[in-house]
């Protein structure tokens, strides 16, 4: 007979989930026990850090991935991390440990009291399995759900106990065999009618979001761009977790801006709006407006049921990206409108000393990698980078479409695992690699090449805009004076290194790209925001 613990490695041999990323504790234990030999368990030492590894893992490897925790507490710490996956649309496969059954209603230490309703909000679903014999199909049915659009983390909690159980071979033997797909195309109808609607606009404005490189639909993006000679905008910063269109490509006019009032002024001209895979649309901060411009429509390609529901305006059809865009190129044209004009190439900033961000992106713009994949947490230098950097390979831009912080130390990590071939650099400010610290340890023992470029500005920039746009005064705790990340990385075993200036820059980060081993360079940058 099979136990529970033989059965869920099995169900997950099959469903590709061989890579687990884990903080244990004594509850976890059971489950870890003669962990199979073509496994690979990373060990993250801070449950938030795990989970957003995992993220950029999942992300990067485009397959759910499993995530133990630590009952309770481990959960808790993960609860923030847990949220950036949920708005990334990660399939997470979240387990954690619980007491076991006969020492849980004495409340035994430990004892996750309410585990299901801990992580409820965050997750597509979360459940503590009734019968430990339960355990493999449970597994089965979280990861199917997890994968499913849109894709999302799950939760599961297992009693200590469960994992010697024995199962009912026949039954399992189903659960570890089942498959489920849910990539659904569109309504033929609604197809042919978005057709006509952007065969029939004057000045149609395409808007790509970060679905679109999920579902590998860069090609359809472009050809439908070329085709209907649409100019081409990425979804405002924040809720822009991937890029889903060349920003090299001569159609594509740069990023939206985050409110409402200025989303509207920059469509100005257009009629129509075609936002694919994307929600509409991540605004903050809040500027009232007109949501589209007058006499504008829009139409949205989620495969996202919520985004299309809860879209403040314009029309949704829901449906798989990829295979939308698809049938769509079977129905339209070559239009004959005038080609969009031509995005300008960024200014030279000034030199300034310190440097500025926007010299910063410049110079780490001079020696990116043509393949290189940037993971970015730097919210003061985040449109600077998009600005100077134009990133025009699919899967090669990562960010918390969630905005909490920690995403992008701990998922840079977990994007390098799964994407071993190519160079990836985490450009970050030394405020946010405070909250995914320990990110380094996991990039050194793991020999992870990781490159982290750290924007040292000694304080919260971007909280010093929002103050000033708030009309808030005398707000404390937006310094951080003498915070040294470079010393920090090095007792983590991270080679580290400090440079000022574009030259310096780019000497140390090509050096440190170009190493087999994870570094950092840590770079002065002036204070403020740096939009250019
Ligand atoms: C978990 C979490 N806590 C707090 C914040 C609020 N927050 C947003 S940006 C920021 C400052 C980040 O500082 P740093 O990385 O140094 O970047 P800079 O603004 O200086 O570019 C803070 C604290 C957040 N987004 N997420």
Redesign the pocket.
Known sequence: MTNVREASFELFRRAGMTTMFGNPGSTELPMLRDFPGDFRYVLGLQEAVVVGMADGFSQASGAPTLVNLHTAPGVGNAM?AIFNAQANHSPLVITAGQQVRAAMTMQANLTNRDAARMPHPLVKWSYEVPRAEDVPAALGRAAHLANLPPKGPVFVSIPMDDWDADVDDGAVGHAIERTVTGRAGADPAAVAELAKRLADAKSPVMVAGPDVDASGAWDEAVALAERQRLPVWAIPAPGGGRIGFPESHPNFQGVLPPAIAPVSQTLEGHDFVLVVGASVFSYYPYIPGPLLPEGASLVVITSDPDEAARAPMGDALVADVKLTLDALLDSVGEADRDAPPERPSPDEPPDSDPMSGTEAMRALAGVWPEDAIAVV?????TAALRNQIRISRPGSYYFAAG????YGLASAVGVQIAQPDRPVVCV?????VQ?AVSAFYTAAAYDVPLTVLV?R?S?????KWFATFEQVEGAPGLD?PKLDTAEIADGYGISSRRVEGAEELQSAMREAIASPKPELVEAGVAPGMWLA
């Open positions: 923030g947490e730097t919210p003061s230098s905005g909490g912080l920690g970050i400010g030394e405020g946010s909250y924007l500005n304080e919260y920039a971007i909280l951080l």
